[in-house]
């Protein structure tokens, strides 16, 4: 990071750079760019359709070798083969290249044979894979036969039962018809059919046979042991073989039709006992040469696939690399000979020099005289934000990007998030021993980072990892917070000497308070543990505590408004927006947290009178102005009554007095365009233009609109802003205030549930002797352990967490963030995951 700079408390400031290429090094030099990963390009063919730009057959042809990888991997899959992932591809940032620059691009060369192996891979996967298909249906169409032929000897021992029951109902049903029932021996005689059927439609083909047929048939089935492949699904699949008696010809043409309806297999087989003996070894013989066929097939297939797997995702790299260039390439403009690439990027300014010198020495590698040209452009257009972050600042960071990428070069809401976040879970969250779980977790994950980091994780391990240094803050400063409390798992630690104590007589049931001896060194006394007013006493100071917290907190962030109106030179936001609202703010909830302050610091006991209460002396500052019913400090009312003055000036203060300055000092014909553009016709006025050169300027004026430039208003816009942000600002300083108070519910409810947990579990197990106390402290230990990490720890810290997060997003980064920055996205070569490429192109 030397000579750089430190861009985390504002974005870097960044350039926009004009490159201009060789034709004949620029793949090369978009290559080096990728690895280099600092150059945000613009996309100068943004008018022009995807298929009519230059390189888009490049493109289309790489698209079909990603196609014909995402099949090998398919087939991988399919045959349980693993794919080989090399670290050094998955994190570079683990070995020693990222610190020796970038890459040397791939030749062309190495993809157009990634290109031919490709395909030549694909033919021959199909071929071989297509084989073992035929050989798979063809097993299963004989496994079938065989499980039909070994049924015969169960189907056909009912024969004589299936024609006499066949018969008899022929005879009822030529009766019915008037005939003679000699006749039904000479009509007909019983045929059958068999084959196999899926388990779940023999029901089906039953019901069908015997509402179609009127019972005239015998359906016989047996299941069949092991499940059998089947085509249409190409799934093993459990079957049934069954056979199927009734009388006629034309009647058995029909069921034929209607069990190949509902996917049965038929196969003819003999009712001789012998001759199905010979036709199951000729069966049994058959498969025996398939499966040694298939054998080899599979083995061939199997050995190409691991070859494959071995190499797979390095293709796969370099491919995606390769089509990433090409795509980047399409951002660019060709001059009048084409013969050179013009494009436009985004880069941090200190990072020119290093650009240029990577540039440079590319050249010199390529042996190529003419040398790719960049220049810094002048520009009115809005920069991306870019804060330069590291492992432990980037989960902060991100917490930030969430709500708003920042504007550019104005104060990170994410570099004070590092220390305001973690502790104010803290005070929420407050217990020495529930945040050293917390703390012992997190450090288990930064420890082992670099081996957790190469794992495949699901989603809620990533976020928890991704978070791993915003975890160890906040179980670190619930420790803490945990101190002050002088809570550990909901009871109390005696380090230090109780400030309090018990007269010698007291006893239990007594009237008589413990009397002050001292004052207790740090945090709360243990003392008031187990006391009957403990809660009460620590409502009150918890109360009193978050207002505090939350008076300190958004008045330092509405500080940093000041720091940015500095910086962009805005005087009339520090003198319109920024002073009235300090006034308003200070003047009202600043001055009731010094009355706090001044409460906790005066002794009361001492001059013989019950404090005054806050809450109503703050209603009635509002609602009485000068009346004070019991008196906090000499001269109260005075300052109130100013104090209450000043805050009402504030509201038209901060209503007229920026709306006035823009309608007095704006220029009537600069109202439509962007500062660049109106900068431009200045210049132009004074240089007597062309018509074309005027239009000209204002069509660069609606482009700085596009990209993001300054886009004119009119007084009437102004004004509403305004009155919507002065209607906001006095009514937040009342609700953000008191959104702090969450801090002491969440506190308090903590507290009060760890201790229920406590008096539930493990406590009941105090009271008992022997080989149950031993038994019941084992079992209702693990239990309170359990509760306390998925409970306590688990789910009340996230709790604690996403309130910690609001009074960050909407408390304080409301006082001073805009929020309406560009994102910062360099072009840069990233590991390119195999299985999710697959998976997100299925679901597309």
């Not at 694909?122 to 036969?145: C, G, T």
């Not at 795509?327 to 020099?353: H, Q, Y």
């Not at 003047?587 to 009355?595: D, E, K, N, R």
């Not at 000499?634 to 209450?644: D, S």
């Amino acid at each position: 990071m030397t000579g750089k700079d430190e861009a985390i408390f504002r974005s870097a400031e960044m350039s926009l750079l004009q490159f201009y290429i060789p034709q004949e090094i620029s793949r090369d030099a978009v290559y080096t760019l990728g690895e280099l990963g600092i150059v945000q390009f613009r996309d100068l063919n943004s008018k022009v359709r995807s298929f009519q730009r230059s390189f888009v057959n490049e493109i289309r042809r790489l698209d079909n070798v990603q196609r014909q990888h995402r099949y090998f991997y398919k087939l991988l899959n399919k045959h349980s083969i693993h794919l080989f992932e090399d670290p050094n591809v998955m994190f570079p940032e683990d070995t020693d290249v990222a610190s020796h620059g970038p890459h040397v691009p791939i030749s062309s060369s190495v993809i157009d044979d990634h290109v031919q192996n490709a395909a030549l891979l694909e033919d021959r996967l199909i071929q071989m894979e297509s084989a073992a298909d035929q050989i798979q249906l063809k097993r299963a169409d004989l496994e079938e036969h065989r499980a039909v032929l070994q049924s015969g000897d169960e189907f056909f021992s009912s024969e004589d039962a299936a024609q006499t029951s066949i018969a008899s109902l022929r005879r009822e049903s030529i009766i019915s018809e008037g005939g003679h029932p000699d006749e039904a021996a000479t009509r007909t005689h019983v045929n059958y059919v068999t084959g196999v059927i899926p388990r779940d439609k023999v029901n089906t083909l039953e019901q069908i046979l015997w509402r179609t047929l009127r019972g005239n048939l015998y359906f016989k089935h047996v299941e069949l042991r092991d499940a059998i492949y089947d085509a249409k699904t190409k799934e093993f699949v459990h079957k049934e073989a069954f056979i199927i008696f009734s009388p006629g010809d034309l009647i058995i043409q029909r069921i034929r039709k209607i069990a190949e309806s509902l996917d049965a297999h038929l196969y003819d087989i003999d009712n001789n006992e012998r001759v199905r003996s010979r036709q199951l070894q000729r069966v049994n013989q058959d498969l025996d040469d398939l499966y040694k066929v298939l054998e080899t097939t599979t083995k061939t297939l199997e050995s190409e696939l691991y070859a494959i797997g071995n190499e797979l995702n390095q293709w796969y790299q370099d491919v995606s690399r390769e089509k990433v260039t090409f795509e980047t390439l399409n951002k660019f403009n060709f001059d009048a000979n084409r013969k050179t690439l013009i494009a436009e990027g985004w880069v941090p300014s200190d990072e020119v020099d290093c650009l240029q010198g990577t540039l440079t020495e590319m050249t010199t590698r390529l042996g190529i005289d003419v040398p790719s040209i960049i220049q810094v452009l002048e520009t009115n257009r809005t920069p991306p934000t870019f804060h330069r972050v590291n492992k432990f600042t980037q989960g902060f960071q991100s917490i930030v990007d969430c709500y708003g990428i920042a504007q550019y070069r104005e104060i990170n809401a994410g570099l004070p998030t590092i220390v305001t976040f973690p502790f104010m879970f803290a005070i929420m969250f407050g217990d020495m021993g529930h945040g050293f779980i917390m703390f012992l977790a997190a450090l288990t994950l930064v420890l082992n980072e670099k081996t957790l980091g190469r794992m495949k994780r699901d989603e809620i391990f990533d976020m928890a990892f991704t978070g791993r240094y915003i975890v160890l803050l906040m179980g670190l400063f619930s420790m803490y917070t945990g101190f002050l409390y002088n809570d550990i798992f909901s009871k109390s630690m005696t380090l230090f000497k109780s400030g309090w104590e018990w007269p010698e007589h007291f006893k239990k049931g007594d009237t008589l308070f413990a009397k002050s001896v001292g004052t207790y060194p740090f945090g709360l006394d243990w003392a008031w543990h187990g006391t009957e007013n403990a809660l009460l006493f620590s409502n009150s100071y918890k109360m009193k505590l978050s207002i505090l917290m939350g008076f300190i907190h958004m008045s330092y962030s509405y500080m940093f408004s000041l720091a940015n109106h500095l910086h962009f030179h805005s005087m009339i936001d520090i003198i319109g927006n920024f002073i009235p609202g300090l006034i308003f703010m200070q003047g009202i909830f600043g001055y009731l947290s010094v009355c706090i302050v001044y409460k906790w610091c005066k002794d009361w006991v001492k001059d013989g009178k019950a404090a005054p209460g806050l809450l109503n002396m703050l209603i009635n500052m509002f609602l009485s102005p000068g009346t004070i019913d019991d008196e906090l400090y000499p001269h109260q009312a005075k300052v109130q009554v100013f104090l209450l003055i000043a805050a009402l000036i504030c509201i038209p203060w901060l209503l007229l007095v920026k709306p006035l300055h823009f309608k007095y000092t704006h220029k009537e014909g600069a109202i439509a365009l962007g500062d660049g553009a109106v900068a431009a016709i200045d210049d132009l006025e004074a240089a007597q233009p062309s018509a074309d050169e005027v239009a000209e300027v204002y069509v660069a004026g609606e482009d700085d609109d596009e990209e993001g430039g300054a886009h004119g208003e009119e007084f009437s816009d102004v004004m509403i802003h305004q009155v919507i942000h002065t209607i906001e600002f006095c009514l937040n300083c009342v609700s953000h205030t008191a959104s702090y108070l969450r801090l002491w519910a969440l506190s308090l409810a903590h507290a009060q549930l760890s201790t229920v947990l406590w008096t539930m579990t493990i406590q009941i197990a105090f009271g008992m002797q022997g080989v149950v106390g031993v038994l019941m402290t084992f079992f209702l230990f693990a239990m309170w352990f359990v509760l306390t990490c998925c409970v306590l720890v688990v789910m009340e810290g996230t709790s604690a967490m996403l309130h910690s997060l609001r009074l960050h997003w909407v408390e304080s980064m409301s006082k001073f963030f805009v929020g309406d920055g560009l994102p910062y996205e360099p072009f840069a070569f990233a590991y390119a995951d195999m299985a999710e490429a697959t998976e997100s192109t299925t679901e597309q």
